[in-house]
């Protein structure tokens, strides 16, 4: 089956790394992504992974793909408090080309 | 300018009552979907459309009707609307539903039934 999981809440102070973790179990996944919403808007692309890389870096993000244990996270460097917002991961199913988003992590930053 | 737009953006409605939302990206993509999202922000994706062609419809009751005129606008009629029709609904759209799939979302319809 197609289940997507992430841990619900994470709490950082302005300055430090947010790491935000997601789990999937489609091995069929083709690519896996991150969105990002912010209160009353819809979900904005943040950055995304093909299955048979590991890593890609963008900026202050830094996603980490383990396809052996399904294993995605994104890390933002430097958290800012208008990174707050609720994080989804998504992983696009290779046999049926649907995205299955996951419960989604929602990042409060401290000042 | 706005790539995907939805209107409305509020929707405040009886029980039983039939209402619509509308949608249109001006992005030239060939995909659209239609996503629920409830109140604990689970997102599940509804529909989608193929150059005006139905090409994912999930187990949704038969009271949502999506409509197609062209590649650029997907409705969603609601029938008899319930409580439990509450929700936020987002389009959204893709230049391809069978490669990359970067999907571009709307703001959303904030849909209430009382």
């Known amino acids: 089956g197609e289940d997507v999981e992430q841990s619900l809440f994470l709490s950082v102070r302005e300055g430090d790394s947010s790491v935000i973790n997601c789990t999937y179990t489609?091995?069929?996944?083709?690519?896996l992504y991150w969105y990002k919403q912010e209160p009353g808007a819809g979900l904005q692309l943040l950055t995304y992974?093909?299955?048979?890389?590991d890593m890609k870096q963008d900026q202050r993000l830094t996603v980490l793909l383990n396809k052996k244990d399904k294993h995605l996270s994104l890390r933002i460097a430097d958290t800012q408090t208008g990174d707050s917002a609720i994080y989804f991961c998504?992983?696009?199913?290779?046999?049926?080309?649907?995205?299955?988003f996951g419960t989604g992590t929602l990042l409060a930053v401290q000042p | 300018d706005t790539a995907v737009s939805q209107t409305p953006k509020y929707l405040v409605t009886q029980m039983g009552n039939d209402k619509s939302i509308k949608c249109e990206q001006n992005?030239?993509?060939?995909?659209m979907y239609w996503y629920k999202q409830d109140s604990k922000k689970f997102l599940k994706i509804m529909f989608s459309?193929?150059?005006?062609?139905?090409?994912i419809n999930e187990t949704v009751p038969n009271r949502f009707s999506p409509k197609s005129p062209d590649k650029a606008h997907l409705n969603l009629h609601i029938n008899s609307l319930e409580l439990g029709d509450s929700a936020v609904y987002f389009c959204?759209?893709?230049?391809?539903?069978?490669?990359?799939?970067?999907?571009?979302f709307g703001p959303g319809t904030r849909l209430t039934v009382l």
């Open positions: 959204a759209s893709s230049r391809q539903f069978t490669t990359l799939n970067e999907q571009f």
């Open positions: 489609d091995s069929s996944s083709t690519y």
């Open positions: 992974i093909f299955s048979n890389m």
């Open positions: 998504a992983e696009k199913s290779g046999a049926t080309n649907k995205l299955i």
């Open positions: 992005l030239g993509h060939d995909t």
């Open positions: 459309y193929n150059n005006k062609e139905l090409i």
